[in-house]
Nanobody, 114 residues
Framework: VQLQASGGGLVQAGGSLRLSCGVSGMNFKISRMNWYRQAPGKQRELVASIFSTGATNYTDSVKGRFTISRDNARRIVTLQMNSLKPDDTAKYFC?????????WGQGTQVTVSS
C-alpha cells in the first residue's frame, strides 16, 4: 500500500491550497480515506474523512473552509483548503486503515503566513 501526498506550500492568510493523495496497492473505492495534520508540539489531528459512499466528516475548525473529495477512477483523494488561517499551519498526512492497520503517506507541509 502506498499513499503519496502532494500540493502543500506557503500561502498568505485567506489564501487557498489543494492537497492530493494518490493511492496504490489497495481497494481504494471501498476504503475510508482521511486527512490528518500535525503542528509542531501538538498531537496529530483528524481533519477530514470521506467514506466509500461519498459521505464526509470534518473537524469543527475547518467546516465551511475545507472540502474533501475522491476520484475512484484515478485513485486520488483531495483536500481543497480555502480561507486558510495561520492556525492551519501543519504537516498534512493522508491516511487509511486496512485490517486495523493505519497506512500513512509521507506528509506535505502547509504554512500559512499572517
Amino acid at each position: 500500500v502506498q499513499l503519496q501526498a502532494s500540493g502543500g506550500g506557503l500561502v498568505q492568510a485567506g489564501g487557498s491550497l489543494r492537497l492530493s493523495c494518490g493511492v496504490s496497492g489497495m481497494n481504494f473505492k471501498i476504503s475510508r480515506m482521511n486527512w490528518y495534520r500535525q503542528a509542531p508540539g501538538k498531537q496529530r489531528e483528524l481533519v477530514a474523512s470521506i467514506f466509500s459512499t461519498g459521505a464526509t466528516n470534518y473537524t469543527d475548525s475547518v467546516k465551511g473552509r475545507f472540502t474533501i473529495s475522491r476520484d475512484n477512477a484515478r485513485r486520488i483523494v483531495t483536500l481543497q483548503m480555502n480561507s486558510l488561517k495561520p492556525d492551519d499551519t501543519a504537516k498534512y498526512f493522508c491516511n487509511t486503515n486496512i485490517y486495523n492497520v493505519d497506512r500513512w503517506g509521507q506528509g506535505t507541509q502547509v504554512t500559512v503566513s499572517s
